[in-house]
Every structure is written in C-alpha cells, then in structure tokens.
C-alpha cells in the first residue's frame, strides 16, 4: 500500500505541475487535497510520510475518528477539509478540527457555522459550494441564489468565505467539465467584482481524479484527488 501511494502521489505532483506549466501558472497555486474517505487512517499516514499534509474527508463521524488516530500516530501538524455535505446538526463536531468546510450549501448551514465558532472563540474558513451544472443529484447553492447568501455571510464575525467549491459530473470524458469549471470561474470573478466587506474569493476548490487537470487549466486552487492516490475505494453503487 506505501509504495502504491507513493508512486500516485508522484504521478499526480508531476501532473499537476505539467498542467500548471501548460496554462502558465506556478505550481505552488495549486494545492492538493488528499480525499481520504474511506480508507484507513495508516493509508492517511502512508501519504504523511509521502509528504502531504492536506486531507479531505466528507462525512463528519469518520473525520472525527480518522483525525484522533492520525494525530495520535502522527507528530506533523496536517491540514483537514471537511468536504462533503453537512447537516446543521453535526457542525460543532467540526468546529475547530477543521481548516476549511468546502461544502456550505446554505445560509442555515453558515449561520450555524458562525454560532458554534462563536462559541468557541474562532473563527471559521469556508467556501460556497456551487452546483454549477444544475443536476439534480448534486448539493449546491444555484449562481442565481448565490449573491444575497453572501451579503448575508460578509455580516458574520466568526465565519470567513474565502471562495467556492464545485462536484463536476461524472464523466470519462474529463473535457466536457471544462464550460463548468469556467462558469464557477467566472462566477468567483463576479462576486469578487461587487467589492463585498470581508469577502475574499481567492480559492477555487474544483477537480476530482478525472479532471483535476481541467479543473487547473480554468484556475482551480484547490484539487481534490480520491482514487487517484489511495485507490479504488472499498464501497459499491455509492459514488460519494
Ligand atoms: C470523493 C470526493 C472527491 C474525490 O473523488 P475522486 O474521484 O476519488 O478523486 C472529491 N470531492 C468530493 C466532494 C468527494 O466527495
């Protein structure tokens, strides 16, 4: 498992800076979010020994339990994202654990977000996430529902919006994600444009396994690679 994870996290490192060097931008823009959900905290500890030190995890429960064992094992101080949908009920779980909440899909879910930090004397970075495809199947704020949810949030004191997050499609053909990477693109330049108090749109979480390439060629700061470092992962019918 340690070599298979290093060679991956190899291969992906040198993609990332092949595809930077193509659309001319510096490798250091780009940062790689280790998506470990499903697989075992040694597989995260694996990758800490490869030199990552940024996690994503989606479900709130498994962070939880993965972070304590890691950091137990682990003497380096690593990064966690919480990625995946998040229900108001769980936020204070997360509070403080986490460096950055990817998946803010309402403005309950920020509002709680700033209560429970509140509460805990922080203050918490978080990016919108978009559903810039407009499947069904997806979470997301629509761009038209975006901009008065982040009026509302630039009014908040322990809540930080420094950005937006996008699940493109599945698809095998990584180009067709290339107009929906554009549009999050353009919408983070939009929001940027209306110069609100304490919003910052500098990060672009957007890119999976199959089109992390894509995604940085049309300014993604954050790609979030699952398989593509620890596999196949260990579940069926499921793609979470
Ligand atoms: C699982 C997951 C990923 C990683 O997917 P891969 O295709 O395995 O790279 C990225 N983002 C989110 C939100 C996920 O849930």
Redesign the pocket.
Known sequence: MQDMIKNNLEDIRKRIADACSRCGRDAGEVVLVA?S?TNPAQAVINAVTCGQIVF?E?RVQELCEKQDEVSAAVSKPLEWHL??HLQTNKVKYVIGRVKLI??VDSLKLACEIDKESAKKGLISDILLEINISGEDSKFGLRPDEVLPVVSEISRMKNVRLRGLMT?APFTDEPETNRIYFRKLKDLSVDISSQNIDNIDMSVLSMG???DFEIAIEEGATLI?????IFGA?DYKDK??
């Open positions: 998506v959900k994503g989606n990625i995946g990817h998946s699940v999976m396994t199959g979030r690679v699952g398989t593509g992962r793609r979470v």
